[in-house]
């Protein structure tokens, strides 16, 4: 299938700082990428959904002022967490989706974000 | 409501059994459904895809019933390495291609 790569892997940071996180279709373009947040023991929730070119549309809950989203182009999507808190810590996992194909979606690793 | 539900578990079965997980959605809509398996700490890996008329692969059977909305997941011969979380994933293509989780069920195979 499919690569998707996320970088980093994991960081801790302090309360008040931004983290970056990247998310990378290798071998593919990507026409829509997701940003997805995990808490242990729950499941994937959807962030926003991230068109090439366009904004990006937010869940409902989801604060677009904290969680900044880029999609710059078909094989690249940010995720900025602003003025992190300690709630933000969690594992956000991005995955990336071609229309026309099969509707799978890939996911990267994900990025274990801790905020101290 | 939630889009797609699923029993949580855990199913904890010994090797060999076979399991059954049912997933339901509540959008009559829905377009493609997928069953991922997610290990502790991990990202999703899909599956399968499960079509229409059903499909096999291997020791995992899976099943739509458009009519009483839910797929299921059959595991046959379970190997200790079957043991992780499956999650239901539902695809509504008129939505922005909008996929939707549920919760996982977690399955245990024991020695």
């Known amino acids: 299938g499919a690569v998707v790569s996320q970088h980093p892997s994991w960081v801790i940071c302090k309360s008040g700082t931004s983290v970056k996180i990247e998310c990378r279709s290798l071998d593919f373009q990507a026409t829509t990428m997701f940003w997805y947040r995990q808490f242990p023991k729950q499941s994937l929730m959807l962030m926003a959904t991230s068109n090439e070119g366009s904004k990006a549309t937010y869940e409902q809950g989801v604060e677009k002022d904290k969680f900044l989203i880029n999609h710059a182009s078909l094989t690249l999507s940010t995720l900025t967490v602003t003025s992190a808190h300690p709630e933000d810590s969690s594992f956000y996992i991005c995955s990336a989706f071609t229309s026309g194909g099969s509707n799978e979606q890939f996911f990267g690793p994900g990025t274990r974000l801790t905020v101290l | 409501r939630k889009e797609v539900e699923q029993d949580p578990g855990p199913f904890n079965v010994p090797e060999g059994a076979t399991v059954a997980f049912n997933c339901t959605y509540s959008?009559?809509?829905?377009?493609?459904f997928f069953w991922y398996r997610q290990d502790c700490r991990k990202e999703p890996k899909l599956l399968m895809s499960?079509?229409?008329s059903g499909n096999e692969d291997g020791r995992f059977t899976a099943q739509l019933n458009r009519a009483s909305q839910y797929i299921s997941l059959l595991i046959r011969d379970s190997k200790l390495s079957d043991s992780a979380t499956y999650l239901c994933v539902v695809n509504m293509e008129y939505n922005f291609n909008k996929f939707y989780f549920g919760s996982g069920t977690k399955l245990n195979v024991k020695p």
């Open positions: 959008n009559s809509a829905s377009q493609s």
């Open positions: 499960v079509y229409s």
